[in-house]
Antibody
Framework: EVQLVQPGAELKKPGESLKISCKTS????????IGWVRQMPGKGLEWMGI????????MYSPSFQGQVTISVDKSINTAYLQWSSLKASDTAIYYC????????????WGQGTLVTVSS | DIQMTQSPSSLSASVRDRVTITCRAS??????LNWYQQKPGKAPKLLIY???NLQSGVPSRFSGSGSGTDFTLTISSLQPEDFATYYC?????????FGQGTKVEIK
């Protein structure tokens, strides 16, 4: 069974750093893309970027380029999304999802991590 | 970036109604268009990929059609568990972009 498991919530202060995880199982990690999607409170879905664990090829949305870093650790089948300096406007739910095919369609999703940035 | 526009933004319907949601792209996508369903407090779920391909395990009352710039998601007979928000998403060119969502509510 394909699973993507994310921590439920993180509470941080502005200016702090954060790295959230997406631990996968049930498939060959290096054969599928992993994408990240943001959902701000009460809003729609925004595609942030995607990484191919096989060779760490990464693509970012211009809206998020330079704001976050996407990475993987192949030894533990886990993808990461990290910030070096959080802002209050980063408060949102962040989903990871597996991407398949040339079109990188997001077929399996994690349950999401609620990141709250507040002083 | 490719802009995705869904219509309507919300609709009210009854159980067993036929529901149609449209998605228009700002440039041609060929068939690189996907549909997701999201229920409150849950992650999105893939329903349709490549415009008309039903994802495994998704009920056959869901169908997708279209190509180029105009696409449609149809629910042939709305069921209680279908009340949710639906998003289209293009995977033709990066950055992938989503429509703003269509909320399907109970009439």
């Amino acid at each position: 069974e394909v699973q993507l498991v994310q921590p439920g919530a993180e509470l941080k202060k502005p200016g702090e750093s954060l790295k959230i995880s997406c631990k996968t199982s049930g498939y060959t990690f290096t054969n599928y893309w992993i994408g990240w999607v943001r959902q701000m409170p009460g809003k729609g879905l925004e595609w942030m970027g995607i990484i191919y664990p096989g060779d760490s090829d990464t693509m970012y949305s211009p809206s998020f380029q330079g704001q976050v870093t996407i990475s993987v650790d192949k030894s533990i089948n886990t993808a990461y999304l990290q910030w070096s300096s959080l802002k209050a406007s980063d408060t949102a739910i962040y989903y990871c999802a597996r991407g398949f095919g040339v079109e990188k369609v997001l077929d399996y999703w994690g349950q999401g991590t609620l990141v709250t940035v507040s002083s | 970036d490719i802009q995705m526009t869904q219509s309507p933004s919300s609709l009210s319907a009854s159980v067993r109604d036929r529901v149609t949601i449209t998605c228009r792209a700002s440039q041609s996508l060929s068939s690189y268009l996907n549909w997701y369903q999201q229920k409150p407090g849950k992650a999105p779920k893939l329903l349709i990929y490549a415009a008309s391909n039903l994802q495994s395990g998704v009920p056959s009352r869901f169908s997708g059609s279209g190509s180029g710039t105009d696409f449609t998601l149809t629910i042939s007979s709305l069921q209680p568990e279908d009340f949710a928000t639906y998003y289209c998403q293009q995977s033709h060119s990066t950055p992938w972009t989503f429509g703003q969502g269509t909320k399907v509510e109970i009439k």
